[in-house]
């Protein structure tokens, strides 16, 4: 089944300086055979292997978060109470959904604003 939308996330310095050091560390401990780098290098990638979003699915009754491992999550979106776009001091505008279940979500694609409105779209009314 193909999804109605796809959008990328938006890399950020954070990702990248998260990965540079956890392969920079890796080496070194490969280097130097210190076995605290090989584990500490090993733990940044794969934190961020497993906790970084990469790509949004938008289906018709789904959202699907792809993450950069092999792991994903699938949002109803009739479990979606709210959905509104923040501004955050220094990462910037971001999508937040208030699940009705009280979690939240906070999404970072890289066109907000298209989006939020291909996801307000396809939200049953009332949301």
Request: hydrophobic share 65%; proline share 0%.
């Given at each position: 089944m193909t999804p109605a939308y796809s959008e990328s996330r938006a890399l950020t310095a954070r990702d990248r300086l998260t990965g540079f050091f956890g392969v920079g560390l890796l080496i070194?401990?490969?280097?130097?055979?210190?076995?605290?780098?090989?584990?500490?290098?090993?733990?940044?990638?794969?934190?961020?292997?497993?906790?970084?979003h990469r790509r949004y699915d938008l289906y018709a009754d789904a959202l699907v978060i792809r993450y950069i491992g092999l792991r994903w999550s699938r949002i109803r979106l009739t479990d979606i109470q709210s959905l509104d776009v923040v501004e955050l001091p220094v990462a910037g505008k971001r999508l937040l959904l208030r699940l009705n279940n009280r979690r939240r979500v906070l999404l970072a694609p890289q066109r907000i604003e298209r989006f939020f409105e291909e996801l307000r779209v396809r939200l049953p009314e009332g949301t």
């Open positions: 070194m401990g490969a280097v130097v055979q210190s076995e605290v780098q090989l584990v500490v290098g090993a733990a940044l990638v794969l934190y961020l292997i497993f906790t970084r």
